[in-house]
């Protein structure tokens, strides 16, 4: 009975919790001079049960992003995903493209060309094509996966000329800042790669997205010009490890 009140009182508190996060994407996008639909609001669901999930897909949610593939594929069956779009957005092993392609709308961690190429390959098996955001590593982290920005016009080249995937835009992990304004200066600087690579003529690049800001900074992100942020503990609560 204990367990059932817990879960109970979690999802009173999803719904709490979406409600106060959608007021907060709305009011960053007014006043970056944008209308609140033009920013979408994913619900990252890594270590998230799926009757937590169900809950915030019936509040409103219909973006969800998941960091790994095994994880998503487990919970696909216990989810209520009709009308909702699903994203993978964590760093993809070459040995899982297999897996996942066809299984979510679109790949938002393509880090490398290697990757890309693969998930064109297992795409074209399919008779598919695969939309992808390029990952950035905006702040040139070691520690990190992600194109750095000397080479991403060479890269976005290659990708370009594969057959069956589609770039849609960008998306980054910034370094973990000590002020707003720190973090606001990454998020400005991804911004300006962004609307840079979205003026050049590729062909299967078409970009209109532009992945960036969770749980700790995604209104300074929006401020700044991201259109799809990635929420997580906000709206669930502190991700509990098992």
């Known amino acids: 009975m204990e367990k059932l009140l817990s879960t109970n009182r979690r999802i009173e508190i999803v719904k709490e ?40 897909i019936e509040q409103g949610i219909t973006l969800i992003g998941e960091n790994r593939v095994q994880e998503f594929l487990g919970k696909e069956p216990d989810l209520h995903l009709e009308g909702v779009e699903k994203h993978l ?26 990757i890309a190429k693969e998930i064109s390959k297992r795409s074209e098996m399919q ?8 990952e950035v590593n905006i702040g040139e982290e070691a520690s990190k996966f992600g194109f750095a920005q000397e080479t991403l016009e060479e890269s976005l080249a290659e ?29 400005s600087q991804m911004n300006k790669l962004y609307i840079d690579f979205s003026s050049k003529i590729f062909n ?39």
């Not at 907060?24 to 001079?33: F, H, L």
């Not at 040995?95 to 880090?111: A, P």
């Not at 008779?127 to 390029?134: A, E, P, S, W």
């Not at 700790?216 to 997580?232: K, P, T």
Request: proline share 4%; net charge neutral.
């Open 17 to 56: 919790n979406y409600k106060i996060i959608s007021e907060r994407i709305a009011e960053a996008a007014v006043k970056s001079g944008r209308n609140p639909e033009d920013v979408r609001f994913m619900a990252v669901t890594k270590t998230v049960e799926p009757v937590l999930i169900n809950t915030a």
């Open 204 to 242: 299967n690049i078409n970009m209109n997205v532009l992945s960036m800001g969770m749980s700790a900074d995604y209104y300074e992100a929006i401020l700044e010009g991201s259109n799809l942020v990635r929420v997580g503990s906000a709206l669930f609560g502190e991700r509990i490890y098992r």
């Open 89 to 114: 957005i964590g760093h993809l092993q070459k040995n899982k493209v297999r897996q996942i392609v066809g299984k979510v709308d679109m790949i938002e961690s393509v880090d490398s060309v290697e």
């Open 127 to 134: 008779g598919i094509t695969t939309d992808v955001l390029i």
């Open 159 to 187: 990708i370009a000329l594969l057959p069956a995937v589609r770039v849609r835009g960008m998306m980054c992990i910034p370094p973990i800042c000590e002020t707003k304004e720190q973090n606001r200066q990454f998020f």
